[in-house]
């Protein structure tokens, strides 16, 4: 009897944040921290700029000090489970193609929101979800730490160098790069300091990515053609 041989270990893998590189999502983002901030009597613009720089618990250190950070944050939270229910998302084009063809194993989801969120907007864009995401829950430290992007690749079993991060944000690239992988900069006119490529659009990127994920014959699908 004979036996067909194991695939081969898969060398190169693809690691893309969620919000602003997959998903246009700056719309509910501020639609959300506005509702807070009208709970708290602050002003929304305000507030939003500094949840744009810091996570939750240090805006609520900066915003509302003498209030419970927990209670703060429970806030926010119903905010955003409604919203995942009942807000109108956009999935950037190309992001439901590129998904759809990057081998299966090869690519993960890091991100600052929650897995349970992540998945319901996903599921309502009909964005294909990997079986890898490391979310908020997942890690004690956030971006611009390595910690998020390094405990993807070893979910993956992968080598932190053999990784290829997509990004839209600055603290997502000093993420990447500190955890020593390859970091690529999309959904911006000008490009995140430190970034290795940069393309305007994820579209224009979605070749390149499929070529270092060792896709590139899925891309020549014929005009018309369905997705998988």
Known sequence: MTSEPAPPARTTYVLFDVDGTLMDAV??????????AERYGLDADEVYQVALRTRPMETFAQVVPGEDPHACLAALHELEDEDVRTGDYQAFDGACDLLRDLPPGSWALVTSNYEHRVRGRFSR?????????????????????????????????????????????????????????????????????????????????VPHILAFAGAEALTARPSGAPSR
């Not at 405990?151 to 992968?158: E, I, K, P, T």
């Not at 911006?188 to 224009?204: D, I, M, N, Q, Y």
């Open 125 to 205: 864009t009909g964005l294909p979800a990997p079986g890898v995401i490391v979310d908020a829950a997942a890690v004690e430290e956030g971006k611009p730490s390595p910690v998020p992007y390094l405990q993807a690749a070893a979910l993956l079993s992968a080598d932190p160098a053999s990784c290829l991060v997509i990004e839209d944000a600055p603290s997502g690239v000093r993420s990447g790069l500190s955890a020593g992988m390859t970091v690529w900069g999309v959904n911006s006119e000008v490009a995140v300091e430190g970034v290795h490529r940069h393309f305007a659009t994820l579209r224009e990127a």
């Open 27 to 36: 719309d509910n983002q501020r639609r959300v921290w506005a509702t807070w």
